[in-house]
């Protein structure tokens, strides 16, 4: 699937310096594929969970809804890391 990909990426670097460098290509395709997928569906596992225990208690959503706005602009997009620090029922 990367196979192309990481070829053409692999052949532009000095690989003597890199620890997979008796690697098949395919084989690290298959490694960064593995990857990707294994990220995406832990991810959504995690907010699928998070996002139930949600729904279900609808008086702990309020709760965090409310820590939400105490921490400063709502309508600002930019919801980062240091932001969900700030906020007790999260950490």
Not at 53 to 60: G, I, N, Q, R, V
Request: hydrophobic share 45%; aromatic share 10%.
């Amino acid at each position: 699937m990367f196979d192309g990909l990481i070829g053409d990426h692999l052949d532009k670097c000095d690989t003597s310096t890199l620890y997979f460098r008796n690697l098949p290509v395919q084989k690290l395709s298959d490694q960064v594929f593995l990857l990707l997928l294994a990220g995406t569906d832990t991810t959504a596992s995690a907010l699928t969970t998070v996002f139930y225990h949600l729904a279900k208690e609808p008086s702990y959503q309020q709760k965090l809804v409310e820590a939400i706005q105490e921490i400063g602009d709502v309508s600002d997009p930019i919801f980062d890391y240091t932001a969900a620090l700030r906020i007790p029922l999260l950490v």
